[in-house]
């Protein structure tokens, strides 16, 4: 899981009603195919516009769609920005320069000697995170260098490798072994047979190693992933080096196809999608490559299962509910605690505010899905699904309604059940934190400031843009003037200066000709 691009906060303050503050950046989806859009190192860039509140800055950009921080991707060009051949020539080998040192064929074939070898020349670099050939150890002799690589630790490299710790673009967190295991027998329960893993890794090697271990298991999967490292453990049937925030996959064309036909083999029965996206990732971006992934398994469908829709485990934060339930209006989110070995917070077993908020949002119906009861989780027959201990059904609401595993309360002004550090707020009208600014941001559109819309959906848009344009053309007038006025004021001056020089120097030369 890597913490990339997030225009509009990756986490939803507690005390606001809205994440969204008085600007951001917001993503721009291309409606012309034609026209291509440039590419950095993690593939084809994203369209993005900045916007402010009540007003619209028109000019947009290009930008990486997998870094958020320019100092690890510097990506930048204007949506109309011609550049020389020379710039482009410049951007392509820079592209070049940053892809793996090896590549998908290479590393299949070091991996099949690198097994070959006996248990005392298998060593893994630590420093340089690779699988060490008897060729390789002179290089890296200065490095701390880790021997006697076993099958068992091939099998788990999630484990060799060491988790990216930069958090504005690969902080990887990785699923306790609790979360992975309850994940397995659940598709197994299911029925499925084919797991296409879209960022965990941890889940795909555990699917792996059961599968090799227990002959009944018929479950297989299929890793798609940024990070380029696994690509020394895996076959290439079992792994793609893949970007989720533009749907590129970076070894082409048969990296591409190794996906569509792990999708629709066998019609496309028995197969779900599992991806735990990065938290600090657009939600908008994600949603356009899943649905390119389903378009992907739906042509491999009968006409008959054309209504059918691909399963899928979507793993985020529950606060980002609303935005993904825009895109998915048939998922839903489950109340199960996702936890992580790595992460400091995500932790299984932490109450109050400090249980794990990322949760489980399908399109598989929730009453088909059993939770663990030795965890507390209780089947409530109102709702028809699996509920946290705390979670109590409202008679209000006829809804389990509580997200975040505590109990919440029914506010009778608001109708509807809030958090329990909560109370209303007479000069806002709606519940907030007690401590709350009665002047923060609203929800709605930038552009009218309207609730039941965003800025992209006003239908004031143009007009917005009109006075936009208006304003910046008389700002460009006024800039053009001023501009104007100082280089005049600039050349008066020096006019100025070199008259009262003269006049300076006038009485020196009669001065000299009196005394001569």
Same mark, same amino acid.
């Given at each position: 899981?890597?913490?990339?691009?997030?225009?509009?906060?990756?986490?939803?303050?507690?005390?606001?009603?809205?994440?969204?503050?008085?600007?951001?950046?917001?993503?721009?989806?291309?409606?012309?195919?034609?026209?291509?859009?440039?590419?950095?190192?993690?593939?084809?860039?994203?369209?993005?516009?900045?916007?402010?509140?009540?007003?619209?800055?028109?000019?947009?950009?290009?930008?990486?769609?997998?870094?958020?921080?320019?100092?690890?991707?510097?990506?930048?060009?204007?949506?109309?920005?011609?550049?020389?051949?020379?710039?482009?020539?410049?951007?392509?080998?820079?592209?070049?320069?940053?892809?793996?040192?090896?590549?998908?064929?290479?590393?299949?074939?070091?991996?099949?000697?690198?097994?070959?070898?006996?248990?005392?020349?298998?060593?893994?670099?630590?420093?340089?995170?690779?699988?060490?050939?008897?060729?390789?150890?002179?290089?890296?002799?200065?490095?701390?260098?880790?021997?006697?690589?076993?099958?068992?630790?091939?099998?788990?490299?999630?484990?060799?490798?060491?988790?990216?710790?930069?958090?504005?673009?690969?902080?990887? *967190?990785? @699923?306790?072994? +609790?979360? %992975? !295991? #309850?994940?397995?027998?659940?598709?197994?329960?299911?029925?499925?047979?084919?797991?296409?893993?879209?960022?965990?890794?941890?889940?795909?090697?555990?699917?792996?190693?059961?599968?090799?271990?227990?002959?009944?298991?018929?479950?297989?999967?299929?890793?798609?992933?940024?990070?380029?490292?696994?690509?020394?453990?895996?076959?290439?049937?079992?792994?793609?080096?893949?970007?989720?925030?533009?749907?590129?996959?970076?070894?082409?064309?048969?990296?591409?196809?190794?996906?569509?036909?792990?999708?629709?083999?066998?019609?496309?029965?028995?197969?779900?999608?599992?991806?735990?996206?990065?938290?600090?990732?657009?939600?908008?971006?994600?949603?356009?490559?899943?649905?390119?992934?389903?378009?992907?398994?739906?042509?491999?469908?009968?006409?008959?299962?054309?209504?059918?829709?691909?399963?899928?485990?979507?793993?985020?934060? *529950?606060? @980002?509910?609303? +935005?993904? %339930? !825009? #895109?998915?209006?048939?998922?839903?989110?489950?109340?199960?605690?996702?936890?992580?070995?790595?992460?400091?917070?995500?932790?299984?077993?932490?109450?109050?505010?400090?249980?794990?908020?990322?949760?489980?949002?399908?399109?598989?119906?929730?009453?088909?899905?059993?939770?663990?009861?030795?965890?507390?989780?209780?089947?409530?027959?109102?709702?028809?699904?699996?509920?946290?201990?705390?979670?109590?059904?409202?008679?209000?609401?006829?809804?389990?309604?509580?997200?975040?595993?505590?109990?919440?309360?029914?506010?009778?002004?608001?109708?509807?059940?809030?958090?329990?550090?909560?109370?209303?707020?007479?000069?806002?009208?709606?519940?907030?934190?007690?401590?709350?600014?009665?002047?923060?941001?609203?929800?709605?559109?930038?552009?009218?400031?309207?609730?039941?819309?965003?800025?992209?959906?006003?239908?004031?848009?143009?007009?917005?843009?009109?006075?936009?344009?208006?304003?910046?053309?008389?700002?460009?007038?006024?800039?053009?003037?001023?501009?104007?006025?100082?280089?005049?004021?600039?050349?008066?001056?020096?006019?100025?200066?070199?008259?009262?020089?003269?006049?300076?120097?006038?009485?020196?030369?009669?001065?000299?000709?009196?005394?001569?």
């Amino acid at each position: 899981m890597a913490t990339l691009w997030d225009g509009s906060g990756a986490v939803e303050a507690e005390g606001s009603p809205s994440s969204r503050g008085s600007s951001g950046v917001e993503l721009v989806l291309s409606s012309d195919p034609a026209t291509p859009a440039p590419l950095c190192p993690h593939g084809p860039t994203l369209l993005f516009v900045k916007v402010n509140q009540g007003k619209e800055e028109t000019r947009r950009f290009y930008a990486c769609s997998a870094c958020r921080d320019r100092k690890d991707c510097n990506f930048f060009q204007w949506e109309n920005e011609k550049l020389s051949g020379a710039r482009l020539a410049a951007r392509e080998a820079h592209n070049r320069r940053c892809q793996p040192p090896l590549s998908r064929m290479q590393c299949v074939q070091r991996y099949l000697k690198f097994v070959e070898l006996p248990l005392s020349q298998r060593k893994f670099c630590q420093r340089c995170q690779q699988l060490l050939l008897p060729d390789d150890w002179e290089k890296h002799r200065e490095h701390q260098v880790l021997g006697d690589i076993s099958v068992a630790q091939l099998k788990r490299p999630s484990q060799l490798l060491s988790p990216l710790e930069n958090k504005k673009t690969n902080a990887q *967190y990785l @699923f306790a072994d +609790r979360s %992975c !295991q #309850f994940l397995i027998d659940l598709l197994s329960t299911l029925g499925f047979r084919r797991v296409l893993c879209v960022g965990t890794p941890r889940l795909h090697e555990l699917i792996r190693l059961k599968a090799s271990g227990d002959k009944k298991s018929n479950l297989k999967s299929l890793l798609l992933d940024i990070d380029f490292r696994y690509s020394q453990f895996y076959m290439e049937d079992s792994f793609c080096h893949y970007n989720m925030f533009n749907h590129h996959f970076f070894d082409g064309e048969v990296a591409l196809e190794v996906c569509r036909t792990f999708l629709q083999e066998d019609r496309g029965e028995g197969v779900i999608m599992v991806t735990d996206p990065p938290f600090g990732g657009l939600v908008e971006p994600l949603a356009v490559t899943f649905k390119k992934l389903i378009a992907m398994w739906k042509k491999g469908q009968s006409q008959d299962n054309n209504h059918k829709e691909l399963p899928i485990f979507w793993i985020f934060p *529950y606060f @980002f509910e609303s +935005r993904i %339930c !825009q #895109f998915f209006p048939s998922f839903r989110m489950l109340d199960y605690q996702v936890d992580y070995d790595n992460h400091a917070l995500y932790k299984h077993g932490k109450t109050g505010r400090k249980q794990s908020p990322v949760r489980v949002f399908t399109n598989i119906p929730p009453n088909k899905i059993i939770l663990p009861v030795e965890e507390g989780y209780r089947f409530c027959p109102l709702c028809q699904r699996y509920v946290s201990p705390e979670n109590q059904h409202c008679e209000h609401c006829n809804l389990c309604t509580s997200k975040d595993g505590r109990k919440w309360n029914h506010c009778f002004l608001c109708k509807k059940c809030v958090k329990p550090s909560w109370i209303h707020c007479s000069i806002c009208n709606h519940c907030a934190l007690p401590d709350h600014s009665c002047e923060g941001p609203k929800e709605g559109c930038f552009i009218c400031g309207e609730l039941d819309h965003k800025r992209s959906a006003c239908p004031n848009i143009s007009t917005a843009k009109k006075v936009n344009k208006a304003v910046r053309k008389q700002k460009q007038r006024k800039s053009n003037k001023m501009k104007m006025e100082t280089t005049k004021g600039q050349s008066m001056n020096h006019t100025s200066v070199t008259r009262q020089k003269k006049r300076r120097e006038s009485p020196s030369i009669s001065l000299l000709l009196n005394v001569q």
